[in-house]
């Protein structure tokens, strides 16, 4: 609708009507049912793209969390996963480290343990071992000092019970330091 100037005072007016046939304008377009097949096809490929791509996104952190566990399990401690984000599997991850630095601890201390009822065991047995040694020794060196002062030796007899005497204070000695 345009208004066109006149040379009256009238303004006058004209319509201007422009168009294309229906039949015109749909030459080369699909028609309804291709269109929607074409845009079907389209938005399945590009949500199965993003599908992918969002699948390894999430996925890739849960492989490498359940790997971390799956070492855990066989007793491989102090391994760490790597924690990329803030979100809930960067937080399982950071969870999973601990709990990896707290077994490693706990394994070192294990075995800390381990070693001291060792030693603890070996140090009973050579208490034992000791005392079963030292009894006879005592005795041995209390026959020879008798022996010495209550017989006549010859020099020589009395020198080899004092090597006798000063062997067993020897092996004595060493029993006390082993049991120190």
């Known amino acids: 609708y345009t208004v066109l100037p006149s ?14 046939r229906v ?5 080369g377009r699909p028609t309804p049912p291709l269109l929607f097949s074409g845009i079907f096809v389209v938005g399945t490929i590009l949500s199965l793209g993003a599908g992918v791509l969002l699948s390894k996104r999430l996925a890739r952190p849960l492989h490498q969390l359940a790997e971390s566990v799956r070492r855990l399990a066989e007793g491989q401690y102090g391994e760490q ?19 990896s630095s707290r ?19 070996l ?10 040694v030292r009894n006879p020794l005592g005795i041995i060196k209390t026959s020879a000092e008798v022996v010495r002062r209550r017989t006549e030796l010859s020099q020589k007899d009395a020198d080899l019970m004092g090597y006798v005497i000063e062997e067993v204070r020897r092996i004595d000695h060493l029993m006390h330091e082993f049991l120190t």
């Open 81 to 99: 996963v790597p924690v990329q984000g803030e979100d809930e599997v960067a937080e399982v991850a950071t969870a999973v480290n601990h709990m």
């Open 23 to 27: 039949t015109e304008a749909l030459r």
């Open 123 to 132: 140090g009973q047995v050579a208490a034992g071992f000791a005392h079963e």
């Open 7 to 20: 040379q009256s005072d009238k303004p006058t007016h004209a319509v201007l009507f422009t168009g294309v």
């Open 103 to 121: 077994l490693a601890d706990l394994r070192s201390l294990e075995e800390q343990l381990r070693r001291r009822e060792r030693l603890a065991a």
